[in-house]
């Protein structure tokens, strides 16, 4: 191939700026005549029977145009067909304080507002399910019927090669117990919907949604108005993370009243219910034990996971799966054995957020691995660069592993941060730690059946010499039309700018599945590079026949189809186009990408985890801890990060950054924590979220691997660098102050009673090693203690170095 | 081909709401934030030296934004790019009152208009020239220096079989004078576009245009901005008829005051503005020279025309061929000279108006074949059945003709109106006329070049059964939104209201040339089957392998494929799109309408007439003349119109209907009329357009002949029923008081004159046989000699009867 015209160059992301000058239009910035204001009712009770919902007194409210509850939409939505089991607006029974029972459409928002007390709703309260092991137990109340024992969603149970074997011939064993805190995304934009029921019967929504082809399928379900009539749009997103990913109530509340009132009618959240709507990091209760050999290599693992989802199960069943598959794709585990459970809890739903289920397991393991290592007294980063599971292999859980760069992201970091010379040698407070990570470029296998592309685009040109490119991608943030604009434009020779890009609308564009796991760049780029190659030919071909030149001589770029021998000799690109209508008649091509088969297990489960690419992340971080205090200070992170090719390198930074901001919040403060099923926190001024201000250093360095079967070889980019982070930041205050936190977040008040200055009423003791789990409380017991662990075997390994 | 499901039937017309309602959004429902409003400066002079044009007092003046003036834009725009002689803002000199000479834009239209008149702009006058006769006289100054000869815009001098022979062998001939009155389109919306140029260089311009893909074109020109960054969006129409698809003055400065301010400018002309932007219907004087045999067969015509082209050239050449081309096709003509000439006058452009160019000529010719009949004491509707162009054939002219159902509109108006029966039978003061007419579905000769589709559209198939038409066919109320549902809809089985069309919008769609000279239903038709097959041929795959039954049993209709041996056995629409995507990956095809080759001649200049199919009316009108107050009225118009296959009948009745009503409007009494180069009536209060109260009954009947190349036999509804109109309304009063009028429009005044019972100065004696013209003064007064003409004629016929 020659070289590359506009991919891996720095150029102006496309979009970026209406969101400079402040044009770009929001849901919440539209505004449509004759359009209504709605709310949602939420439920004041964790856990309750409705007993009346009376609307009659609110209808009456002047002004109150209409108002929908639970029944009018009764059937079930969700974003896992298979497991559905809530429905718009709470039926008969509400299973979280937030939770919404009704939605009402008015002339105005305040008098929205005043309907809502005007309501009349009674509950007959029944007991909370609020922490995994009340809903472990079998003598309380179901929160589904359906839930065959105690409170418990979903149980995964995989085991790969010969567990026993593997620990019988290990040296040296560890058996950890870790919890990862729940958070949620706290996106900057609220939700916010519009939706406008017509004259002919269709209805559009615009919505600040991740996955408008998901949508567009459960308002068909819910509205019973086939999917024909209905078109999303995904407005531009001030910040998603996985948090608008599922289908909400405002959205179907929004559609209904429009329809029942035919008029447009907009629904926005405000920050309180954003932390209702949720669908955020599942709190994970875990424990790994792992056996080594001597010289360090893993000899088998036995993972498992408790995670706290909430009322509902949103992508509940991918995140279970999530916490055990991708422990195996980034160092060599010849026996794995993976125990996941999910219970309901009387919260708001978890779901997915960056890094979707494989953040809490990370931390987990990298945390252990860390451990191993001062163990064996081997130095982090080496260690993990001697495990490394190899390129274009498969792991025990017959996972396709392609390219694979950990090792380089461990040696730039290394060449970056001296982490190998300064690790276990900073005065006391200030240390070092590293960690590695991996993610999915997307799921790969089927979402409906294994024949149906993930992403479908279609590419047009114009005599003008305009271009346009249509894929229901959503555009969230993470600059998915940039990536559509650069694919096309590097196929077609013209300027990424050229190129006008139709995305997230489910009427103008062909189905892409949304914008989640990582899954754009390498889905619907390859069915952009698909649709635009097909293009490129007709055009090559043209302009060889206009300029008598072998095709295989010619390469478009910078809107010219040039001779790569004498670039004298081109034609234009809007030539090219002119000549190619003539000859194929329009000039409209389409594209898809469905990842291939054979990428991962033929086991029962193996639904999640298999990707067509995993890209690969480690990063070093550096702290400071105030030994007075209890403050720690990150002062830097550094983060490399393996994104296959870099399409758009200064994207690919400000996506490693972004994902290292992030992981950072979620290991130094933020909690979704409830008392008696009450949020604790429900604003962003109690909501530990870090300001700019807050943030550390962060540095990116992008490792490039060129992956066979990625969009001109790149990977994902969005979410894995934020795994990474975590235990990053984890090892390097044990490098400090020798104290291993095992859970998240590491607060002041968890240092400071870790370091003995205070009693540690900071660590909620049952939280670590749940009653009820066999051989659970011997091992909390033994986590607590390593709180007080001291620095043992950190002079171990100095005394080896 | 099986029975048809959607087209052929009465359905609503799937974009009809938004008008109903009130809920379309026309071009000046428009508001963007930070909006300017724009308003023209036009010329008071009709020809004139810009001395002074000073803005800088104007630009001063509170609120006003920006001012541009005809030097910011200095290119030459118009349709035809061969032809351009004017710019988008008049520089140093203006040819017409009304001409646009600067653009204001402001925070509001009060401001804009206030800054008008503080624009100090001086004239140095030149004397103007506003008939024909002084256009065409070499003394006098040239309107455009590079006028060849006097103020002749474009010469056409056409002749085809031996003309000399023709009239030789003729046992009778007539040599009549006629003029045709000019008149305007006066669309219920007058002109409007909103321009926005955002902050990544890209210019969007909403605008009522008839012709997004040419305004396209011209704004790259005019602006110096690539095509590929401006997009063009053509906005519900409110009436278009021609007058809506030049590229605009305000279209023009709208888009550069943006460009300048950097915010959205919105310009609506204002009603007096939309008659100086008129390009409307040509003054023509003209003679036609005819020989006949005596059983009526004709030997051979000379048609001279004389057009008023107004000060631009606008699509001038084509009307100038267009009145002389199509008076071949109806009836055999085996020798045929043309001679025609457009000039430029001080006064608006001229340009197509709803049967653009022929309206004028078969208006002639129609009355001048009635008086043939009379000559020879034919029944003029038996004596048109008798000379017919056949079926099939190529015209004198070498125009191919496929289908020609004029003998059936014949036919089918006898049995209707009793014409035969009851012409020259009524009392006086009471007529019945008939003529017959044709028109285009389409120029067919090359645009740009032979090999250039004239129309595309892509179709796209979503996985949730929805259909999405792309095309850039404008919308302008002629139904054509409504026609590329149908087509798609019959093709795919679906319904019309199930797709969703995206047209008239340059950016989303697919090149098609735009709303004029009724291409679109044939070309843009033939398009979107093209497209719609391909993707129809895979679902028809998809089902045949789904219900092991063979592909040729199979009908897709009603969302459904169904055997046609057995109605129980089918796949769903959307059952057979998610196994066709399975197969096939992103269903988008796309498709493209080229004429075929040979379909006119090959001569110079037939670049204008050649269509790939020709349409074919015949209306018989009922006229009461007031003998007493010259007061015509027309009680009843009959219409039988070919038009290939009736795709949507409601909405071909509603185009002979709406057609039927403006020629009635044409004859009765709307005129274009200056008086020193102003305009006599720019006021829908003085401009004698019918109100519906005014229009008499109107009665349509479809007539099919499943016109080989058209999409399922169609051909053109929109224009050709108003070009049979007009001379049947003259032809019948001529029936009821026994005076020709050969000159447009016949108001009271003139039948009063006529009658002898008021002098003639109704009669402008200068426009009937011009100076200048060789023996054009002998036949002008001819012509008016036979304003006095009597019944001898008629006498003769009733005794052959």
Redesign the interface.
């Given at each position: 191939m020659a070289e590359l015209s506009v991919l891996g160059k720095r150029l102006p992301k496309?979009?970026s700026?209406?969101h400079?000058?402040g044009?770009a239009k929001y849901a919440d910035d539209l505004f449509l005549?004759r359009m209504l204001y709605g709310r949602l009712l939420r439920s004041t009770q964790a856990h309750a029977r409705i007993t009346k919902l009376d609307v009659s007194r609110a209808l009456a409210h002047p002004g109150v145009v209409a108002i929908v509850t639970g029944p009018d939409m009764p059937e079930t939505i969700g974003i896992m067909p298979s497991v559905q089991d809530e429905t718009a607006l709470a039926i008969d029974r509400v299973r979280y304080v937030g939770e919404p029972v009704a939605a009402i459409a008015a002339i105005d928002e305040d008098t929205a507002f005043e309907a809502m007390s005007l309501i009349d709703v009674e509950y007959d309260p029944l007991p909370p399910i609020l922490t995994i092991e009340d809903a472990l137990r079998e003598d309380l109340p179901k929160i589904h019927e359906k839930s065959r024992r105690a409170n418990i969603f979903k149980e995964v149970h995989l085991s790969f090669g010969d567990l026993d074997a593997g620990f019988a011939s290990a040296d040296h064993m560890r058996d950890d117990w870790f919890f990862f805190e729940g958070n949620t995304h706290a996106p900057i934009e609220s939700h916010s919907a519009v939706a406008s029921f017509?004259?002919?019967?269709k209805l559009t929504i615009w919505t600040c949604t991740q996955v408008p082809h998901y949508l567009?399928?459960e308002l068909?379900k819910a509205l019973g108005l086939?999917?024909?009539?209905?078109?999303v749009v995904a407005t531009p997103s001030g910040g998603g993370f996985g948090g608008k990913s599922d289908p909400f109530a405002h959205e179907f509340a929004a559609c209904l009243l429009s329809m029942r009132t035919k008029r447009p009618v907009k629904i926005t959240l405000d920050r309180e219910e954003v932390f209702y709507a949720h669908r955020g990091r599942h709190p994970v209760k875990m424990r790994i034990k792992t056996g080594v050999k001597q010289d360090g290599e893993i000899t088998a693992v036995h993972f498992q996971s408790w995670l706290d989802g909430g009322a509902y199960s949103s992508y509940g069943i991918a995140t279970t799966y999530y916490t055990g598959a991708l422990m195996t794709v980034t160092y060599r585990i010849p026996a794995y054995k993976f125990d996941g459970v999910r219970v309901y809890t009387n919260k708001p739903p978890c779901g997915p957020k960056r890094g979707h289920g494989t953040t809490q397991p990370r931390y987990a393991l990298e945390c252990q691995l860390d451990k191993i290592a001062v163990d064996l007294g081997f130095d982090a980063l080496e260690y993990r660069k001697r495990i490394l599971q190899p390129a274009n292999s498969r792991t025990v859980n017959e996972l396709r592993i392609t390219s694979m760069g950990l090792g380089q992201c461990l040696d730039e970091l290394g060449a970056k941060t001296k982490y190998s010379e300064r690790h276990g040698q900073l005065p006391r407070g200030k240390g070092v730690g590293i960690a590695g990570s991996a993610y999915i470029s997307g799921a790969g296998l089927p979402i409906?059946?294994n024949?149906?592309?993930h992403s479908?685009?279609?590419v047009?040109l114009?005599?003008?010499?305009?271009?346009?490119v249509?894929c229901g991608t959503a555009e969230i943030g993470q600059g998915s039309d940039n990536m559509l604009a650069s694919v096309a434009a590097e196929c077609l020779g013209?300027r990424p700018?050229?190129v006008?890009v139709?995305s997230g609308d489910?009427?103008?564009a062909?189905?892409d599945l949304g914008s989640y796991s990582s899954r754009v760049t390498f889905m619907a780029g390859n069915?952009v590079k698909?649709?635009a190659w097909k293009l490129r030919e007709w055009l090559l071909d043209a302009a060889s026949e206009r300029l008598a030149i072998p095709r295989e001589c010619l390469v478009p770029a910078d809107r010219r189809i040039t001779d790569l021998r004498d670039p004298e000799q081109f034609v234009t690109f809007d030539d090219a186009v002119?000549l190619a209508?003539?000859?194929h008649?329009?000039?409209?091509?389409?594209?898809?990408y469905?990842p291939p088969q054979g990428i991962g297990g033929g086991y029962k489960g193996a639904g999640v985890g298999p990707s067509p690419a995993y890209s690969f992340q480690a990063s070093v971080a550096e702290v400071s801890v105030d030994l007075e205090t209890g403050v720690v200070t990150v002062d830097r992170i550094t983060t490399a990060h393996d994104c296959g090719r870099a399409l758009s390198p200064a994207n690919v930074e400000g996506q490693i950054e972004g994902s290292a901001y992030m992981g950072y919040g979620e290991i130094m403060g933020e909690e979704q924590v409830f008392r008696g099923g009450l949020h604790k926190k429900p604003s962003l001024l109690d909501y530990k979220i870090p300001t700019s201000l807050d943030t550390p250093e962060l540095e990116a360095i992008i490792v490039e691997t060129i992956d066979k079967e990625g969009p001109f070889g790149a990977k994902e980019a969005g979410e894995g660098p934020l795994n990474s982070v975590i235990p990053a930041i984890a090892n390097a205050v044990y490098d400090a102050i020798g104290v291993r936190f095992d859970e998240t977040p590491i607060t002041a008040d968890k240092v400071l009673a870790a370091l003995g200055k205070r009693d540690n009423r900071g660590m909620p003791k049952d939280r670590i090693g749940p009653e009820g789990m066999g051989d659970g409380q011997e091992a909390a017991n033994a986590a607590l203690r390593r709180l007080s662990f001291t620095t043992e075997a950190r002079e171990k390994k100095k005394a080896n170095a």
């Open positions: 496309v979009n700026w209406a400079l000058t044009s005549p017509e004259g002919d019967g567009h399928r068909e086939p999917r024909a009539k209905i078109r409906y059946w024949e149906m592309p479908g685009a279609t047009k114009d005599r003008g010499g305009g271009v346009t249509y013209v700018e050229d006008h139709v489910t009427s103008l062909p189905v069915a698909d649709a002119v209508e003539a000859k008649g329009t000039l409209s091509a389409a594209g898809s469905r």
